[in-house]
């Protein structure tokens, strides 16, 4: 099969889908790997790496476009993908057309096969291909959490772990999973007192185990809001997967927050799960709201590419081998829960009725 990478085109995207040592063992399983010109520069990797190891590269977004057949990239296609993906290309990538209608509907038009790693999903409920990226999103969550603390960022400048004979900050968390966990396990770590809300018992004792300074609550309304009041660093990664996230977080409970506290919306990708949650980029990262500072860029793991490329390629690699080297994929289940659109229908159960 012939494989095409192109180069992300969203603001300050720096991954790649494939590494060159992935892109390696595709080219000795005999399959044709071509790459967009510098789409792993940003990441480390050079052409010359590519080119070293058989993979061909494209002089730009049309070549590649036009020798892939499977189309593997990180984020969803915005313009100037969209004019080249045709009917027959098979997509593989984060979708998060929950969140997306217009796309939604422009890749229906296309008519494209698309596989969205979010929903690729073992029989457990878990979401493999999305772990690696909210482990990173939410360690990215409480370190940019701890910056726009900082008075000179227009945070109330406090420091998250104290010092004898201050307070510590207050961290609370939505969501126990991968990317909540992470940025709670930082904030822990770093000396902040953390509250963190899931409706799960097994990730709430998981949450109690990191340390004295962790609490672990049921999601009760009068709780969340009870929490969140008193909050420096509030940080969303409430997740039903392939569909839009709930909104935890109202208007009003902002509303109750001291100015110069922080939001950070991990959920922003599935359309967010704060009520005050708008999508930004890494250029223009924050807005202010009652006094208090949002952050909610919607391709966070992109700050950090050469680590970020290399964990999804390692998670990704299996699937992108059996998508190419086996006729009958549909047959894998967790591929086969994976796809969101197909000849122009909406598949995935959790996108049925969005266009």
Same mark, same amino acid.
């Given at each position: 099969m012939r494989i095409g990478i192109p180069r992300e085109t969203k603001t300050l995207e720096?991954?790649? &889908?494939? $590494? /060159? &040592? &992935?892109? &390696?063992?595709?080219?000795?399983?005999?399959?044709?790997?071509?790459?967009?010109?510098?789409?792993?520069?940003?990441?480390?990797?050079?052409?010359? +790496? !590519?080119?070293?190891?058989g993979v061909r590269i494209a002089a730009d977004a049309a070549q590649l476009y036009e020798q892939g057949e499977m189309i593997v990239k990180v984020k969803? /296609?915005?313009?100037?993908?969209l004019e080249h993906l045709r009917s027959e290309h098979l997509l593989f990538c984060y979708l998060h057309l929950a969140a997306e209608p217009a796309l939604t509907r422009r890749l229906l038009d296309i008519g494209l096969t698309g596989i969205a790693f979010e929903s690729v999903e073992f029989d457990d409920g878990s979401l493999p291909l999305l772990a690696p990226m909210s482990m990173i999103a939410g360690r990215i969550a409480t370190q940019v959490g701890t910056h726009l603390l900082h008075q000179p960022a227009g945070g109330k400048g406090k420091l998250l772990g104290g010092l004898p004979s201050t307070d510590r900050g207050k961290v609370v968390v939505f969501g126990a999973g991968a990317a909540g966990g992470n940025a709670a396990a930082l904030a822990a770590a770093a000396g902040a007192n953390v509250v963190v809300f899931d409706k799960r +018992?097994?990730?709430?004792? +998981?949450?109690?185990?990191?340390?004295?300074?962790?609490?672990?609550?049921? /999601? !009760?309304?009068?709780?969340?809001?009870?929490? $969140?009041?008193?909050?420096?660093? $509030?940080i969303g990664a409430v997740l039903i997967p392939s569909a839009r996230a709930p909104r935890v977080v109202t208007d009003a409970m902002v509303q109750t927050m001291e100015p110069g506290s922080v939001l950070i919306d991990i959920s922003v990708d599935q359309g967010g799960c704060f009520e005050t949650t708008r999508p930004t980029t890494w250029a223009d990262p924050t807005y202010l709201v009652h006094g208090v500072t949002h952050f909610a860029v919607t391709n966070m793991p992109g700050a950090v590419p050469k680590t970020a490329s290399e964990a999804i390629c390692a998670t990704i690699l299996p699937y992108v081998q059996h998508l190419a080297g086996n006729a009958d994929w549909r047959s894998h289940l967790p591929l086969a829960r994976g796809i969101n659109v197909a000849d122009g229908k909406l598949v995935h159960p959790a996108l049925q009725g969005m266009a």
């Amino acid at each position: 099969m012939r494989i095409g990478i192109p180069r992300e085109t969203k603001t300050l995207e720096g991954r790649v &889908a494939l $590494v /060159p &040592a &992935a892109c &390696a063992d595709l080219v000795n399983r005999g399959h044709e790997v071509w790459v967009e010109h510098d789409a792993g520069l940003k990441s480390g990797f050079a052409n010359e +790496q !590519y080119e070293q190891v058989g993979v061909r590269i494209a002089a730009d977004a049309a070549q590649l476009y036009e020798q892939g057949e499977m189309i593997v990239k990180v984020k969803e /296609p915005i313009a100037g993908d969209l004019e080249h993906l045709r009917s027959e290309h098979l997509l593989f990538c984060y979708l998060h057309l929950a969140a997306e209608p217009a796309l939604t509907r422009r890749l229906l038009d296309i008519g494209l096969t698309g596989i969205a790693f979010e929903s690729v999903e073992f029989d457990d409920g878990s979401l493999p291909l999305l772990a690696p990226m909210s482990m990173i999103a939410g360690r990215i969550a409480t370190q940019v959490g701890t910056h726009l603390l900082h008075q000179p960022a227009g945070g109330k400048g406090k420091l998250l772990g104290g010092l004898p004979s201050t307070d510590r900050g207050k961290v609370v968390v939505f969501g126990a999973g991968a990317a909540g966990g992470n940025a709670a396990a930082l904030a822990a770590a770093a000396g902040a007192n953390v509250v963190v809300f899931d409706k799960r +018992q097994d990730r709430l004792a +998981q949450m109690m185990a990191l340390g004295a300074n962790v609490t672990a609550l049921y /999601p !009760y309304d009068e709780y969340c809001a009870r929490e $969140v009041a008193d909050a420096d660093l $509030v940080i969303g990664a409430v997740l039903i997967p392939s569909a839009r996230a709930p909104r935890v977080v109202t208007d009003a409970m902002v509303q109750t927050m001291e100015p110069g506290s922080v939001l950070i919306d991990i959920s922003v990708d599935q359309g967010g799960c704060f009520e005050t949650t708008r999508p930004t980029t890494w250029a223009d990262p924050t807005y202010l709201v009652h006094g208090v500072t949002h952050f909610a860029v919607t391709n966070m793991p992109g700050a950090v590419p050469k680590t970020a490329s290399e964990a999804i390629c390692a998670t990704i690699l299996p699937y992108v081998q059996h998508l190419a080297g086996n006729a009958d994929w549909r047959s894998h289940l967790p591929l086969a829960r994976g796809i969101n659109v197909a000849d122009g229908k909406l598949v995935h159960p959790a996108l049925q009725g969005m266009a």
